[in-house]
């Protein structure tokens, strides 16, 4: 397999744990958590490249990343009580959208790698029909590996 994160400028990694509310009468992980846990990456991920969530309207006049796509693929079983490695670099860049990866660790072995793509958003929080893309800032891509053009 090849390295899903091989054209990240900048990854980071985070760890969480398979709590007992997370899994099913058997023990095993519920695949939904993923889901919960890629998003809390790329909160951390953002955050270690200097780029707090809190701040988007104050900083760059934005509403966010929202998240327009987002899949999985799984490829061993995590249950109650595994300590997850998720390791999270940004792969793409666009304009404006962006591709995250997530590569999830149990142990040394690859349990899941998930994929989300998201797109800079501008607009009034109050009106949902001024939401539109822009393009991405330059603080934001530099502080997350992204070229500098």
Known sequence: ??????????????KIRVLWTDSDPAGINFYGNYFKWMDEAAYYLFKAGG???????SRFNALGIPLISAHADFTAPSAFGD??????????????????????????????????????????PTDPSTFRSAPIPREVREGLGGTKD
């Open 1 to 14: 397999m090849t390295d899903p994160l091989s054209t990240a400028g900048f990854i980071n990694e985070h």
């Open 51 to 57: 780029i707090r969530w809190e701040e988007w309207r």
């Open 83 to 124: 300590e997850l490695r998720i390791i999270s670099g940004i792969t793409e860049w666009g304009t404006s959208s962006f591709k995250i990866v997530h590569v999830f660790l149990n142990k040394e072995i690859t349990a899941a790698v998930g994929y989300e793509k998201r797109v800079f958003c501008l607009g009034d």
